[in-house]
């Protein structure tokens, strides 16, 4: 007979399935071993570090999309140069 474990979280108890937390644990080992080598830095980073880097990481990602869109339309306006084929 299989023995289950009750834990107990915030006065109300729940039951332990060591099967699905073995596999949560494993599938959340993966994303941040992903996480850190996606992210500037990561590689030698603890977790809790790692989950600071990527916040980081996405706001400085953000900004550099909003400049670079800035700039496209910035050149979509210039006037072409005289001489310039269309459509180039």
């Known amino acids: 007979m299989e023995m289950r474990r009750l834990a107990v979280s915030g006065g109300r108890r729940r039951r332990i399935r060591p099967a699905a937390a073995r596999r949560s644990g494993v599938a959340l080992r993966r994303k941040v071993r992903e996480l850190r080598r996606l992210v500037p ?14 916040a980081d990481y996405i706001v400085r990602l953000k900004a550099r999309v909003e400049l670079l869109r800035a700039l496209s339309a910035l050149y ?13």
């Open 76 to 88: 979509d306006e210039l006037p072409l140069p005289a001489g310039a084929a269309a459509g180039v």
């Open 41 to 54: 830095g990561g590689e030698g980073a603890p977790a809790r570090s790692l989950l600071v880097r990527t």
